[in-house]
């Protein structure tokens, strides 16, 4: 490990697969989707989608949290605490003050804002709670973690949309390049699995209808796709310089060797039609990281299952990579967790790394015709993976790219 090199060393996970990394790990590699029908949306539209099972999360937290913050803060909380146990660290004992925190969440709490709708509808002004404001900030998810560990360090919310999560590592790694904190804490965390969520994202066409078949609903690539499933999750890295990491002590799981962010600046929910802020995000990274096209082995793509992105990002991959290499989808498994998903697929490729393999896309019967990827389907894929791509794209125009290698 070179002592100028960002290396991962710890990794949490919560999402509808289960709580922890392994959990998450198994089903991807079951390639077995999560999505089910959900007694909260009864009645609407959309009735399904992705949701952490409750008594799993109840038990990693104390009552306290579970009254005073917001779903997403339970989940960046509890996905945090595990990273900081995988990567070797006792928060009691380390120098809070050179550890930050900066974690994407793609937008204020909808929990929160259903519950004040009602009282406000019912007129009962005194029954809003007074932590209504804190508990529905998207920074407070980042501001949580820190308090809850002791992280004194810089402190950021990230919000590129379904980018956040991505982005939030990228920031993460420029924290500790600029010699801000000696350990960064990144990632990202949603839940808007919701009526309100629900009911936007329908409106916007974005969502599956698939009702009579919601562990069929996430297809991404396929020719039958009708748009994606919502679902929540967080999931958690612990950056460091491989220099401090190597200083401990501790093996690094990945290296994070580069990032790219960019902006299509072209509409806000539309991708630009040839990709082009995707592709420079992309190139980005590759350059940051050193590397050719010809040396990635494996992209984790954004692919959130909806006719025109993953049309769109196949060409993508196309231009970047002519050839592009293996393709996975993990949204077609555990969902879209929106401002979550580019942390958890970020999670995702230091798995893969891990393992040496690629778990399957769930769902892809019949490719639509013209997008001409090696998609893995049906089965994990046991190969020689030394650097991964991953990509997330948000509403907005933002992009965002991670690359990571073998340590």
Request: glycine share 12%; with cysteine.
């Amino acid at each position: 490990m070179r002592a100028s090199r960002t290396v991962v060393t710890g990794i949490g996970l919560v999402t509808p697969a289960g709580v922890g990394a392994d959990a998450t790990w198994q089903r991807l590699c079951e390639g077995t989707p999560t999505a089910a029908t959900d007694p909260r949306l009864a009645g609407l539209p959309v009735d399904f989608g992705c949701r952490v099972r409750d008594e799993e999360l109840a038990a990693s937290l104390g009552r306290g949290l579970r009254w005073r913050t917001d779903r997403f803060i339970h989940l960046a909380l509890v996905a945090a605490r595990e990273a900081v146990r995988d990567a070797g660290l006792r928060p009691q004992e380390w120098d809070g003050d050179r550890v930050g925190v900066v974690i994407g969440v793609g937008s204020s709490s909808r929990e929160t804002d259903q519950r004040f709708m009602q009282c406000l509808e019912a007129g009962a002004y005194q029954k809003i709670s007074p932590t209504t404001v804190p508990r529905a900030l998207p920074n407070m998810a980042a501001g949580e973690v820190a308090a809850d560990l002791g992280a004194k360090g810089p402190g950021l919310g990230v919000s590129t949309a379904c980018a956040s999560g991505a982005t939030a590592i990228g920031v993460g790694r420029q924290l500790l390049a600029g010699g801000l904190c000696d350990i960064a804490l990144v990632g990202g965390a949603e839940s808007a699995c919701g009526p309100l969520s629900a009911m936007g994202f329908w409106r916007l066409g974005a969502l599956s209808t698939r009702c009579h078949d919601p562990k069929g609903a996430s297809r991404p690539f396929d020719a039958e796709r009708d748009g994606f499933v919502l679902a929540e999750g967080a999931a958690v890295l612990v950056l460091e310089r491989a220099d401090h990491a190597r200083a401990r002590g501790v093996r690094a799981k990945a290296v994070l060797s580069g990032f790219g962010a960019t902006s299509d600046a072209h509409h806000p929910t539309t991708p630009h039609p040839e990709g082009e802020g995707a592709v420079r995000a992309v190139r980005q990274a590759l350059a940051q990281a050193e590397l050719t096209p010809g040396d990635i082995h494996h992209v984790n793509a954004h692919a959130t299952s909806t006719p025109l992105n993953d049309r769109t990002e196949a060409a993508v991959l196309h231009r970047v990579f002519r050839r592009p290499p293996p393709v996975t989808a993990t949204k077609s498994i555990l969902g879209h967790s929106l401002g979550a998903a580019g942390a958890v697929e970020a999670v995702v490729c230091v798995l893969s790394l891990h393992h040496q393999t690629i778990h399957p896309t769930a769902n892809l019967d019949a490719p639509e015709p013209g997008i001409d990827l090696d998609i893995v389907t049906k089965a994990p894929r046991a190969c020689r993976i030394d650097t991964v791509v991953s990509t997330s794209f948000g509403f907005g125009g933002h992009n965002a790219a991670l690359v990571f290698q073998t340590a």
